[in-house]
């Protein structure tokens, strides 16, 4: 008869390892995932992905299937009622016949199962739970991807804007150095050399747009929907909230793989219930009331009322070491899914270390590259203006073409950068049990 609790001996301590934040009962994790993603238009896209998804839309109707099921469990605790009226002509050697019938209306309760009906009801309620918290999986996995995709797209918006802005850049350099050797200041080697390195960059526009409609199609796909441009706004529409981890066992028991685990615990736990109860006795009341005309010749005046009550007490003596058998497994099974779930609360915690190291590693690079980036600006405009003086004949087109180069490099990484940071929380979000609440 008794409730699910959690083991007490289920670890907790240090799951999110040395590198753990914060110390309130919250996190970003219990953020619904309206208040993590504040982009306008990324919202409606996984508002539309929530509402159109097709796996989303079986799990609701199985949620619906598992709370009937649990109405039945609930039901069994109530008498059932069945009225079964009957009749009979009885003749001999073809003389006028008898006529019978009775009315009755029977009752049967199962008042004394020693926790049988509440287990099996416990049981049910937990069910429903596992495929509502199924759906929420779904549903984190749902919101994540979109977020990943968007920014995604974001990122490759910005690499293609700042790819075009180079070329531009570029062609004007071949331009002048084409003037220099007119100018008898420079050579064909040159002039070939930068147009060589302008075509590069002009051929890796193609592979950028190539990887948007890509980004674009696995986003329509996950929307249900088919191919067309997505609308978006740009990297730095992402605004990252304040990182607070939250306390392990508080936070991660919202995950929903997590919740799942423990589920399945606490319907084994309901197992070993329902084993031991089988030891016991159960009561049974059942009784018939009605009427009959007992062979009367009037048919519808009743002859004789009928009534009788039955109390059965079932009890297991010898079942062949069935019962026994059953219940070890049940307590095995039941050891095995506490297993399990400590197992998922470990890897967990991992995944939200992992996150966390990633989303640190994004932000101390950040200032890194900006100062890289910085020095690469001003080493290209000097390089460039001593090319242009070309008096002091310090510099050739090569080292033009080298710092143009390294600064283009620098500047896609900090895009990439940029992007890792917004991935890196998201899958911090994610890991903390984000994005599976409305």
């Avoid at 008794?2 to 001996?9: A, I, L, N, Q, V």
């Avoid at 998922?344 to 980036?373: H, R």
Wanted: net charge neutral; aromatic share 8%; proline share 3%.
């Amino acid at each position: 008869m008794k409730s699910y609790e959690r083991p007490t001996d289920i670890k907790t301590d240090g799951l999110y390892g040395s590198i753990q934040t914060g110390s309130s009962e919250q996190g970003i994790g219990a953020k619904a995932w309206r208040e993590f993603f504040t982009d306008p238009t990324l919202q409606a896209l996984i508002e539309r992905g929530l509402s159109q998804n097709v796996s989303i839309r079986q799990l609701d109707l199985q949620i619906q299937e598992a709370q009937e099921y649990l109405k039945c469990s609930k039901l069994a605790y109530i008498p059932s009622l069945a009225i079964a009226p009957q009749g009979q002509l009885s003749s001999m050697d073809w003389n006028k016949p008898l006529k019978f019938y009775t009315v009755p209306l029977s009752a049967s309760w199962q008042i004394g199962s020693f926790g049988q009906l509440r287990n099996a009801k416990k049981k049910a309620e937990v069910g429903v739970e596992q495929v509502k918290t199924a759906r929420m999986a779904v549903q984190q996995s749902l919101v994540a991807n979109i977020a990943n995709l968007y920014y995604t797209l974001c990122m490759l918006d910005a690499q293609l804007e700042l790819s075009q802005q180079t070329v531009k850049n570029w062609q004007e350099t071949v331009r002048y150095t084409r003037t220099l050797m007119e100018a008898g200041r420079s050579n064909k080697a040159a002039v070939a050399q930068t147009q060589a390195n302008c075509y590069s960059v002009e051929s890796s526009l193609y592979d950028l747009r190539q990887a948007i409609a890509e980004a674009e199609n696995a986003l329509c796909t996950i929307l249900g929907e088919t191919p067309h441009t997505i609308q978006r706004s740009n990297l730095s529409s992402f605004q990252a909230p304040n990182i607070e981890t939250g306390v392990p066992m508080s936070l991660l028991q919202n995950r929903p793989d997590v919740k799942q685990a423990e589920l399945k615990l606490a319907s084994a736990f309901y197992d070993v219930n329902s084993a031991q109860a089988s030891f016991y006795p159960a009561l049974t009341i059942s009784g018939t009331i009605g009427f009959t005309n007992n062979g009367g010749s009037v048919e519808l005046n009743p002859g004789k009322w009928i009534w009788n009550a039955l109390g059965q007490l079932a009890q297991p003596i010898f079942q062949n070491g069935r019962l026994r058998a059953q219940k070890k497994v049940a307590v095995m099974q039941q050891e095995e899914a506490k297993m399990a779930f400590q197992q998922s609360l470990i890897s967990a915690g991992n995944e939200v270390n992992t996150a966390l190291i990633k989303l640190q590693t994004a932000q101390g690079k950040k200032t890194l590259i900006a100062s890289q980036v910085q020095s690469l600006t001003d080493a290209v405009e000097a390089t460039e203006a001593l090319y242009k003086d070309n008096v002091t004949r310090q510099v050739n087109y090569l080292n033009v073409l080298t710092a143009q180069t390294g600064l283009l490099n620098a500047q896609l990484g900090q895009i990439s950068n940029q992007f890792a940071t917004v991935q890196a929380t998201i899958d911090l979000y994610q890991t903390l049990g984000g994005g599976s609440l409305q």
